[in-house]
């Protein structure tokens, strides 16, 4: 198998906010040998977040680890009545915590049956709450995160080699717009794979 990623793990630092066009590698699996997860790696080849869930067979909580393995967002899957979501919470958190989550992301049904929608709900510890929507095609393993004007924030997309070449299944290329929280549309990204079932 070729290389995810060209060079070595190493230790970057991690920005919340960006005032470029940033890019990034997921490759959806972990780096903890038989464990659940993703790992991604900015445009420098570093190792920018990761996902380890040393228990695959519990995917109802997992955390959003920058590359030093520091908690930004324990993401749980909830459920009300029929609805099933995923909230993010920030550093560790427990189903209980009193502080409340910072996002939410759930799907939206729709008529349409090969177009999928899901609902972004953000700033909500801050009771500021404004809405991302994510539109993704059932027959195809990639999404767009609009902003409530309709302007894309973030697309997710199969990764091609130079000759353009799809890398896989499970190797995608993030592009995130500028004035954006990298490390909560991480989040809202790691909680729409879990509803896909990618991780």
Avoid at 13 to 23: D, L, P
Wanted: hydrophobic share 35%.
């Amino acid at each position: 198998m070729g290389k995810v990623h060209p060079q070595a793990l190493g230790s970057s630092t991690t920005c919340n906010f960006t005032s470029k066009q940033e890019t990034f590698t997921l490759w959806m699996k972990s780096l903890v040998l038989n464990g659940k997860g993703c790992t991604v790696f900015d445009s420098n080849g570093q190792v920018a977040y990761r996902v380890d869930n040393y228990n695959s067979n519990n995917r109802d909580q997992v955390h959003l680890m920058d590359q030093r393995g520091n908690t930004l967002f324990t993401i749980l899957k909830k459920q009300y009545k029929l609805s099933r979501f995923w909230e993010g919470y920030k550093l560790p958190a427990t189903r209980n915590d009193q502080k409340g989550p910072c996002f939410r992301v759930g799907k939206t049904y729709s008529i349409i049956r090969w177009d999928s929608n899901y609902e972004v709900e953000l700033g909500l510890d801050k009771n500021q709450p404004y809405n991302y929507k994510i539109e993704s095609s059932s027959c195809k393993p990639a999404c767009k995160i609009f902003d409530k004007l309709g302007v894309i924030v973030a697309e997710l997309r199969r990764k091609k080699s130079t000759c353009g070449i799809d890398l896989g299944d499970d190797v995608f290329t993030m592009v995130v717009e500028p004035n954006i929280d990298l490390s909560q549309i991480m989040g809202v990204v790691v909680a729409y794979s879990l509803i896909k079932s990618k991780m």
